[in-house]
């Protein structure tokens, strides 16, 4: 069975710092790309940075650029994405997702977890 397991979100003050997981099982995790999207209630959701199955290609939206950070540990089937200078437009409901092909675009990402809710107070 594929699962996306997503961990680390929580209450943080703004300017603080989180950092989420992404644990993945059921699938050949360093074959697939990653990605992190996150939710806000009565908006679309978005991807925040994606992550080639290797590591080598990253990319970030402009509104998190300089502050996040995406990195893997095949070896651990995680993802981790370090999230610094929090501010409180980044609480979300966020997402992991994984694709066979590095894409940014939700659409293309094959299997979801749950999310884990991020809330940054100001």
């Known amino acids: 069975e594929v699962q996306l397991v997503e961990s680390g979100g929580g209450l943080v003050q703004a300017g603080g710092s989180l950092r989420l997981s992404c644990a993945a099982s059921?699938?050949?995790?360093?074959?697939?790309?990653i990605g992190w999207f996150r939710q806000a209630p009565g908006r679309e959701r978005e991807g925040v940075s994606c992550?080639?199955?290797?590591?080598?290609?990253?990319h970030y939206a402009d509104s998190v650029k300089g502050r996040f950070t995406i990195s893997r540990d095949n070896a651990k089937n995680t993802v981790y994405l370090q999230m610094n200078s929090l501010k409180p437009e980044d609480t979300a409901l966020y997402y992991c997702?994984?694709?066979?092909?590095?894409?940014?675009?939700?659409?293309?990402?094959?299997?979801w977890g749950q999310g884990t809710q991020v809330t940054v107070s100001s």
């Open positions: 997702a994984a694709s066979q092909y590095y894409s940014r675009l939700y659409g293309d990402y094959d299997y």
């Open positions: 059921g699938f050949t995790f360093a074959d697939y790309a």
């Open positions: 992550i080639s199955s290797s590591g080598g290609t990253i």
